[in-house]
């Protein structure tokens, strides 16, 4: 019976470190702060959020290097996931307004270009002679039917 007890307790003295180490996770806030980096690295290598949202990705940076300087620091793990936090949504918004801006820019573009075609067709329309009386462009006018 002790020889049972003994193997036993071998057993689970050899076991209870495989338990324990298969328990053991990666702290929340570091999956939180490498998250966050990589929201980081990629609004950072993104040429439009360095041309069109450098103030909103200033704040990304300065967030994420406060969770790296709590981290660092021991803080608590708490602290460190808010600011990783912080940092990836203020990454996803400089990626987003540079987004938002360079499509406002194309519509200004797009709405310049219109303006400018209709100002020629204008033009060309006052240029000919309104025999027809009609003020329709020509391109609009019905063609007679043959």
Excluded: W
């Excluded at 929340?28 to 290598?45: D, I, P, S, V, W």
């Excluded at 938002?100 to 194309?106: G, I």
Aim: include cysteine; charged fraction near 25%; glycine fraction near 4%.
């Amino acid at each position: 019976m002790t020889e049972g007890i003994r193997r036993g307790g071998l057993a689970l003295a050899c076991i209870a470190p495989v338990l324990i180490a298969g328990c053991v996770s990666v702290p929340r806030a570091t999956n939180e702060l490498e998250a966050a980096r990589a929201a980081y690295r990629a609004a950072q290598a993104d040429p439009q959020v360095q041309a069109r949202a450098s103030a909103e990705l200033e704040l990304a940076e300065r967030d994420l290097r406060d969770a790296e300087n709590l981290q660092s620091a021991d803080a608590a793990p708490a602290r460190v996931a808010h600011f990783s936090y912080l940092a990836e949504q203020r990454a996803r918004i400089a990626q987003k307004t540079a987004e938002l801006r360079a499509a406002e820019a194309a519509y200004a573009t797009a709405s310049e270009q219109r303006d400018r075609l209709q100002a020629e067709l204008r033009q060309r329309n006052g240029a000919q002679p309104a025999s027809s009386g009609e003020t329709a462009p020509p391109a609009l006018r019905r063609q007679p039917a043959r």
